[in-house]
């Protein structure tokens, strides 16, 4: 199957700094890209739709000022929590569907991004 | 998005077969059923996709009743590494052009020896 990658897979910071997360479509374009965020024992939770070349739509109650989304490729779509807080500390995952060859509603995963705010 | 339930977890042992069942009243008629797996720490995986009847692959087997009001996903002899959470979601592929998935809390299956 297609495989999506993401960059860094663990993440340290400190209060107030900025954080970017990469995710990467290796062998397929991905016009649309998801981002998810997943608190411990807790379902995933999407927070945006990236899309290659213009804004990403944000799902209600996600600030879009403090999670930048940028899709610059069809292979390759950025989160960045900005000023991040010790609260934004969780689990993030980004999807992507291979549109030439998946099922209708099936999307690949990365690995996730550990993101732990001190 | 049609709503689904599903038990927030279940207890099985090695070479057991387990039935998940996972319930969605409000199902619309181009709603497709999907189900996904996630181990700790790792992104979700596809297991396994159908509209109505049966569906089957290396995997894992779908029964969709002909009211399409619940699903059941069966895993055949299951050992330790099937332990995982898996997700049942509910959606028509064809709206709004993004596929958008919507967890819901998922099945926390445990697998004993």
């Given at each position: 199957?297609?495989?999506?990658?993401?960059?860094?897979s663990?993440?340290?910071?400190?209060?107030?700094?900025?954080?970017?997360?990469?995710?990467?479509?290796?062998?397929?374009?991905?016009?649309?890209?998801?981002?998810?965020?997943?608190?411990?024992?807790?379902?995933?939770?999407?927070?945006?739709?990236?899309?290659?070349?213009?804004?990403?739509?944000?799902?209600?109650?996600?600030?879009?000022?403090?999670?930048?989304?940028?899709?610059?490729?069809?292979?390759?779509?950025?989160?960045?929590v900005?000023?991040?807080?010790?609260?934004?500390?969780?689990?993030?995952?980004?999807?992507?569907?291979?549109?030439?060859?998946?099922?209708?509603?099936?999307?690949?995963?990365?690995?996730?991004?550990?993101?732990?705010?001190? | 998005?049609?709503?689904?339930?599903?038990?927030?977890?279940?207890?099985s042992?090695?070479?057991?077969?387990?039935?998940i069942?996972?319930?969605?009243?409000?199902?619309a008629?181009?709603?497709?059923?999907?189900?996904?797996?996630?181990?700790?720490?790792?992104?979700?995986?596809?297991?396994?996709?159908?509209?109505?009847?049966?569906?089957?692959?290396?995997?894992?087997?779908?029964?969709?009743?002909?009211?399409?009001?619940?699903?059941?996903?069966?895993?055949?002899?299951?050992?330790?590494?099937?332990?995982?959470?898996?997700?049942?979601?509910?959606?028509?592929?064809?709206?709004?052009?993004?596929?958008?998935?919507?967890?819901?809390?998922?099945?926390?299956?445990?697998?004993?020896?």
């Amino acid at each position: 199957g297609a495989v999506v990658s993401q960059h860094p897979s663990r993440v340290i910071c400190k209060s107030g700094t900025s954080v970017k997360i990469e995710c990467r479509s290796l062998d397929f374009q991905a016009t649309t890209m998801f981002w998810y965020r997943q608190f411990p024992k807790k379902s995933l939770m999407l927070m945006a739709t990236s899309n290659e070349g213009s804004k990403a739509t944000y799902e209600q109650g996600v600030e879009k000022d403090k999670f930048l989304i940028n899709h610059a490729s069809l292979t390759l779509s950025t989160l960045t929590v900005t000023s991040a807080h010790p609260e934004d500390s969780s689990f993030y995952i980004c999807s992507a569907r291979d549109e030439g060859t998946a099922a209708y509603n099936e999307q690949f995963f990365g690995p996730g991004t550990r993101l732990t705010v001190l | 998005l049609a709503k689904t339930t599903q038990p927030i977890s279940m207890d099985s042992y090695e070479g057991q077969e387990v039935n998940i069942t996972c319930s969605h009243n409000n199902i619309a008629t181009n709603d497709y059923i999907t189900w996904y797996q996630q181990f700790p720490s790792q992104g979700p995986r596809f297991i396994i996709q159908g509209y109505k009847t049966k569906v089957t692959n290396e995997v894992a087997s779908l029964f969709i009743p002909a009211d399409r009001k619940s699903s059941t996903l069966s895993l055949p002899r299951v050992s330790l590494s099937d332990t995982a959470v898996y997700y049942c979601l509910v959606g028509d592929p064809f709206s709004g052009g993004y596929n958008k998935l919507i967890f819901g809390a998922g099945t926390r299956l445990a697998v004993h020896p």
